[in-house]
């Protein structure tokens, strides 16, 4: 897990979070065989993608990737340098490592929970979903292309840096390799019926196109890596108080792009309360909670904030100072 936080600020005037995120985030994918895929930050900020095709020979335990395809023309012939350059064509049973999982119905489910597919990735990456590819048609496709190796090159900007190689594919229903320097395929995890979807950048359109294809066909991979940061909280403010309890709460308004395992609030009668002080535990995931605070004393100035862990850590809202009632002693 990547632990560098470039820029976190809260503002807590509108409630929001502002995140700035630069390239130094992304890590370098690398596989088994020691291959590096160098990846760049694209659509959701919180998500780096490869920019060079898959060419892994064996999956991130070792096993062997079966039925490995590379495009064999007279301009590319199968050797070592194109390789480099266009990596491997796998079919979807190979891309979504259905070995793995066991079955099709296994992938299925479990991209139906929401659950990351690694598939042929390597070890903290994953297979896109259709979500991914549609988040880049932010992008003209022809920021998106390389300025290499494409028909039209010379109107290929590659502005992203994601460097799309027109690697084409294998059609199973035609049986021979297709559309190389005009069109790149990439795999989603997504299976479809008797089908699974596939990804297209060609040398025309604008957008990339989402659409189902035969699983057997042999398509290039790319591979995302989700960053995740702590949450974003806010604390609320204090209502109720009394000589010896108050309520307050706060929301979680953003999870950091992972699972929010504990929130609540932490209290002090010093600044800055973390939950290595007192502290309450008001159910977890995002959105707003309620909590109470008991035990207090009369009298006495209190600092309270809002927390919410995640993987990452443990993040802290703004800071609110409040004082309990003072008891009448006559």
């Not at 959701?44 to 060079?52: A, F, G, H, L, M």
């Amino acid at each position: 897990m990547m632990k560098k936080i470039l820029t976190f600020a809260l503002s807590f005037m509108i409630g929001l979070s502002i995140l700035q995120v630069s390239a130094q985030d992304c890590p370098n994918a690398i596989d088994l065989e020691g291959n590096i895929y160098p990846s760049v930050h694209m659509g959701n900020v919180r998500k780096c993608w490869t920019t060079k095709n898959l060419r892994s020979r064996l999956y991130s335990d070792g096993r062997p990737i079966k039925n490995l395809m590379s495009y064999r023309s007279y301009e590319y012939p199968d050797t070592a340098a194109n390789r480099n350059i266009f990596g491997y064509l796998y079919d979807w049973y190979a891309a979504a490592d259905t070995g793995r999982y066991g079955s099709v119905d296994s992938v299925e489910n479990a991209y139906n929970l929401g659950h990351r597919i690694q598939g042929i990735c390597p070890d903290g990456w994953h297979l896109p979903s259709d979500d991914d590819y549609e988040e880049l048609n932010v992008f003209p496709t022809t920021d998106l292309r390389s300025t290499s190796y494409w028909i039209n090159g010379a109107n290929n900007t590659n502005s992203t840096g994601f460097s799309s190689l027109p690697a084409g594919r294998y059609s199973c229903a035609n049986k021979r390799f297709e559309n190389l320097m005009g069109n790149a395929y990439y795999w989603t995890c997504h299976p479809v019926y008797d089908m699974a979807t596939g990804a297209m950048i060609d040398f025309v359109c604008e957008k990339i196109i989402i659409s189902s294809d035969p699983r057997c066909n042999g398509y290039s991979v790319r591979c995302v890596y989700d960053i995740v940061y702590p949450p974003t909280v806010i604390t609320a403010p204090v209502i109720h108080v009394s000589d010896t309890s108050v309520i307050c709460g706060g929301e979680v308004t953003d999870d950091g792009g992972a699972s929010v395992t504990a929130r609540g609030v932490c209290w002090s009668t010093s600044p800055n309360p973390t939950i290595a002080d007192n502290h309450t535990i008001d159910g977890s995931g995002t959105g707003s909670f309620t909590s109470n605070i008991t035990g207090l004393t009369a009298g006495t100035t209190y600092y309270v904030r809002a927390y919410a862990t995640n993987s990452e850590g443990t993040a802290y809202g703004n800071e609110v100072k409040f004082n309990t009632v003072v008891i009448d002693s006559n």
